[in-house]
């Protein structure tokens, strides 16, 4: 079986964990930036972050490592940029499909995304770099996802939606058909998008209104 280490030590951890290891391999390690973090794993050794896992690499064969970046929400961002760090030490991400999710055949899914339970991507669709769509929630098709998005929980997008990187869709949130949602936009849980989202925009609410605006990430 696969050797694979999970990068993130809350709750995602737990998810991602169980879908690893029925069907992709044995996590080996828990690594975090975060020296607090409680593992909820104690069989599992938590080694530490960056300057950690620089130590232990070098005592492996990474060529014989998956890893998965367990850190859902709004740092997709931050998921891509570990990620990117860890396949610069040789070890490549792991995407990674829950038994219960339905993927098209013509779908694509980016290197390091993750589709929980129930969740179902559609025909022709095309999903970014460390994405993360999550459970019971839908991608209609021909939908364009970028690099770095989360989908939530019971998120319901329609056919030909494009989804910028970094973008957050939250809790039960819908959006209606070829709409776009801007680079690093967030929709509130239970929103109904009928308008296109701005880059870094905040919206929320039925119909959803702009709430604020956020600094772009740098």
Not at 67 to 81: F, H, M, N, P, T
Not at 121 to 128: F, L, M, Q, S
């Amino acid at each position: 079986m696969q050797k694979v280490i999970v990068w993130g030590g809350t709750g995602n951890y737990k998810v991602v964990k169980e879908i690893i290891e029925p069907a992709y391999g044995e996590v080996i390690a828990l690594f975090d930036n975060n020296s607090a973090v409680v593992n909820p794993f104690p069989s599992i050794p938590f080694v530490g972050g960056k300057q950690a896992f620089a130590e232990w690499i070098a005592s492996q064969n990474a060529a014989e490592i998956k890893v998965v970046v367990a850190i859902g929400g709004k740092y997709g961002k931050d998921r891509l940029e570990i990620q990117e760090f860890l396949k610069e030490h040789g070890v490549q991400p792991l995407t990674i499909k829950h038994s219960s999710a339905f993927v098209s055949p013509s779908a694509v899914l980016g290197e390091g995304s993750q589709i929980y339970a129930m969740a179902t991507v559609c025909t022709e669709t095309i999903i970014g770099k460390s994405c993360v769509i999550n459970t019971a929630a839908s991608v209609d098709h021909e939908s364009v996802l970028g690099d770095g998005v989360f989908i939530g929980p019971g998120a319901r997008l329609a056919g030909s939606i494009e989804v910028g990187n970094y973008a957050d869709i939250y809790t039960g949130a819908i959006i209606l058909p070829r709409l776009k949602i801007g680079e690093g936009a967030v929709v509130g849980a239970g929103a109904v998008v009928l308008n296109n989202v701005e880059p870094y925009t905040v919206v929320a609410g039925n119909p959803a209104k702009v709430i604020k605006k956020k600094k772009k990430l740098t």
